[in-house]
């Protein structure tokens, strides 16, 4: 089975949603980029169902897709040092119960919860989704100022970890939702949950997507190696400033065994600028996939991603018993234009 263990969602809080994008992020180049890169018109989010359009899109897309199972991502808000709301700086809000719902009406879709650890409710609302099918935990830091090595942390590790839910969080520069330092997205800040127990995917795997910015991958490869529940997602790694690190992971077998993989849907990748690392025939082949699934697992095969790494998140993730049997595979894959 293929498993996408990193999809993001996202809305305007149509019909009482509960989502929430700052009308700057929604002006943004990043956003109109995204739009129009899946497809979507920009003028969709203005629509009275905007956020509905989207999860429609999204389902579309995976059901006709190559993808077994694709966890989708919660986003909580930023939250201030005295646990309370920080709205000023909150870009995005991907509620919690809107994407639960979503993974309950869908059998390929998992709940990836997001839960701010300063909330005063934090253990509380874990709890609770947990009890919602929560198959993991997603942060990023340096969007919800998450200082992941604060001791406020601890007692949510220790939930994590009784409950075995894995926390995936964002390691490397942040572009599209950056509200805070770098430096809270440094993977070393996430030893004191692989202290306490907690299975961590690091997303992206401390990569940064320009070459100007300051890179962590050198921080998760020694952590990789000495911890034994410390992972890297693989999400992001279709474009040129990241293909050919992927390349050097996957020449050493202990770095590959602790891979996962991720799409960063909607983000999608850019095959022409991945030549070199995967054939010219071949890039030209998946510049016309139109399936943003597809095209990203697609990509990820050409560059000689095994198997094991499409299948690994199934390990590791908390998975509801509903969602581990087989899901029927369409006759007609949507894959080429």
Known sequence: MIWDLHVHIAGVGSQGSGNFLAPAFQRSLACQLFMRRVGLPPAMMKAPDCDQQIARFLVDQLNASEVDRAVVLAFDAAYREDGGRDQEHTLMVADNDFVADLASAHPRILFGASIHPYRRDALAELERLIDRGACLVKWLPGAQNIRADDPRCLPFYDLLARHQVPL??????????????????????????????????????????????????????????????????????????????????LSSPELTAKLVYGSDFPVAPWPLTCIGAIKLRRAWQLRRVRNVFDQAHQLMQAAGVPHPVFSRAGQLLRVPASKKAAVAVPTARRIAA
């Open 168 to 249: 995936l969080c964002h390691t490397g520069a942040e572009i599209s939702l950056k509200a805070f330092p770098h430096t809270l997205n440094d993977p070393r800040r996430l030893a004191p949950a692989l202290e306490r127990g907690v299975t961590v995917i690091a997303a992206h795997c401390g990569m940064s997507p320009f070459l100007h910015q300051r890179s962590y991958f050198g921080a998760w490869r020694e952590m990789a190696l000495r911890y034994e529940r410390f992972y890297g997602d693989i999400s992001a790694f279709g474009v040129i400033t990241n293909i050919w690190r992927l390349r050097s992971i």
